[in-house]
């Protein structure tokens, strides 16, 4: 599935403002232009995914989740 094939409504593109890291788990925020979107994501995910401040991604919201992909 590419990121194309999901729900525009659903998708904010925007940037990386802050990465709290922890053992398993890592909160992520991020600025869109619709505010200010947080994600919980594993910590693995987070260094697979080499996310930095001020890095460029989508933030995918579903109704009890929102994920994260690394924009290039």
Do not use: H, Y
Request: charged fraction near 20%; proline fraction near 3%.
């Amino acid at each position: 599935m590419s990121i194309k094939s999901i729900n525009v409504r659903n998708q904010f593109e925007g940037v990386i403002t802050d990465i709290l890291e922890g053992p398993v788990l890592s909160e992520i925020d991020v600025r869109t232009a619709a505010g200010q979107v947080t994600s919980v994501i594993t910590t693995r995910s987070v260094k697979e995914l080499e996310l930095k401040i001020g890095s460029p991604v989508i933030a995918f919201v579903k109704s009890t989740e929102v994920s994260i992909a690394a924009l290039e």
